[in-house]
């Protein structure tokens, strides 16, 4: 059974950075393309970035050259640095395993204030 457990938000200045963390279980972490979404209050849950097992990545254009995503395959993380942080960055943020939309962990908060 896949567990995701996020941490890392936290409350920051508009132009501020964060480190996002995801620490997954109960796959074959190295074999799985790893993802992050958001969702902001009232909206719906959206793709942010996406890393694949080859170490490709993808992301949204809202994001691009802003965030990175990256992974280490020896601890079962995956993480998400964001930099440059606007107020429309703040949502939930949730990683995802393996495109199974229907496991998700309990998301970590992130605020952004103008």
């Known amino acids: 059974q896949v567990q995701l457990v996020e941490s890392g938000g936290g409350l920051v200045q508009a132009g501020g950075s964060l480190r996002l963390s995801c620490a997954v279980s109960?796959?074959?972490?190295?074999?799985?393309?790893m993802a992050w979404y958001r969702q902001a209050p009232g909206k719906q849950r959206e793709f942010v970035a996406s890393?694949?097992?080859?170490?490709?990545?993808v992301y949204a254009d809202s994001v691009k050259g802003r965030f990175t995503i990256s992974r280490d395959n020896a601890k079962n993380m995956v993480y998400l640095q964001m930099s440059g942080l606007k107020p429309e960055d703040t949502a939930v943020y949730y990683c995802?395993?393996?495109?199974?939309?229907?496991?998700w962990g309990q998301g970590t908060q992130v605020t952004v204030s103008s």
């Open positions: 890393i694949i097992s080859d170490g490709k990545t």
């Open positions: 995802l395993a393996d495109w199974d939309f229907n496991t």
């Open positions: 109960g796959i074959d972490f190295s074999n799985n393309d």
